[in-house]
């Protein structure tokens, strides 16, 4: 059993910095770790991912260049570096986590474990 638990959330104003942290709990060495978001009234969409079985990351075009996931380890912990924020990032915040491929990491549903999440709110 995987445990996701995100954390760092907060109101900041446009071009502000915020680090969300997601703590993990459980086995998941061959497993994918990703962060996706819901904004009120939208669907969920994903954010960013680090695979399980390769060396790059995966950004969605909206955050990237601006938002950084990372991965500690010996701390069990998956990080989402987000610079540069503007008023369009405010949403919820979720980690998840799958035996996902590469080409399934954009989607939902094959994520089988998720946080609570973490509200992020960028204020113009």
């Known amino acids: 059993q995987v445990q996701l638990v995100e954390s760092g959330g907060g109101l900041v104003q446009a071009g502000d910095s915020l680090t969300l942290s997601c703590a993990v709990s459980g086995r998941t060495r061959f497993y994918t770790m990703g962060w996706f978001r819901q904004a009120p009234g939208k669907e969920r969409e994903f954010v960013a991912a680090i695979p399980w079985n390769s060396d790059t990351n995966v950004y969605a075009d909206s955050v990237k260049g601006r938002f950084t996931i990372s991965r500690d380890a010996a701390k069990n912990t998956v990080y989402l570096q987000m610079d540069s924020l503007k008023p369009d990032d405010t949403a919820i915040y979720y980690c998840?986590?799958?035996?996902?491929?590469?080409?399934?990491?954009?989607?939902?549903?094959?994520?089988?474990?998720w946080g609570q999440g973490t509200q992020v709110t960028v204020s113009s």
């Open positions: 998840a986590s799958g035996p996902i491929s590469t080409q399934s990491i954009r989607t939902t549903r094959p994520y089988q474990y």
